[in-house]
């Protein structure tokens, strides 16, 4: 129990799963807000080109920002 603890790269997967799927849909919401402000309404094929971009970048922020906070979070303090 105690290695499941202590093991970074798990928890570093879990936050970064646990907070994909809702700044994906965040991203995804802007973006489509975004561009229906700039050229009107939009269709369902530029919905999901701007879904596919949505998941890409959410993925990489979530990636970047678990591994950050989980190395700021494991490491040791300072005597």
Known sequence: ???????????????????????????????????????????EEKREALKKRAYITAALLCFIFSVLYTNTLFQTPQP
Do not use: C, N
Request: aromatic share 14%; hydrophobic share 50%.
């Open 1 to 43: 129990m105690e290695y499941l603890l202590k093991a970074q790269w798990l928890w570093t997967l879990v936050l970064g799963v646990g907070l994909y799927f809702p700044v994906r849909k965040l991203i995804w919401v802007m973006s489509v807000r975004r561009a229906e402000r700039k050229h009107g309404p939009t269709d």
